[in-house]
C-alpha cells in the first residue's frame, strides 16, 4: 500500500468517524421552568433597610430640634 493510498485511507476513515459521532443524539434540552407567580411578596431584606431608614431619619430628626 502506497503512502498515497494510506493518507486517502485515513482521511476517509476520520471523515466516517466523525459522521457517525455527529449522528449520535446529543443530551435532551432542560425541562422548561415553572412561570413565576405574579406579585411576589415584598423581601425581608427590604423591610429591615425601611426599618434602618426610619430609625436613622427619626435620629437625625431628634438631633437636629
Known sequence: MTI????ISTLIL???V???C???GGMPPAPVPPPKPVGLP???GVLVAAFFA???GVKKS????
Open 62 to 65: 431628634l438631633k437636629t430640634n
Open 22 to 24: 455527529n449522528a449520535q
Open 14 to 16: 476520520l471523515f466516517i
Open 42 to 44: 415584598i423581601d425581608g
Open 18 to 20: 466523525g459522521l457517525v
Open 54 to 56: 426610619l430609625v436613622y
Open 4 to 7: 498515497h493510498n494510506k493518507k
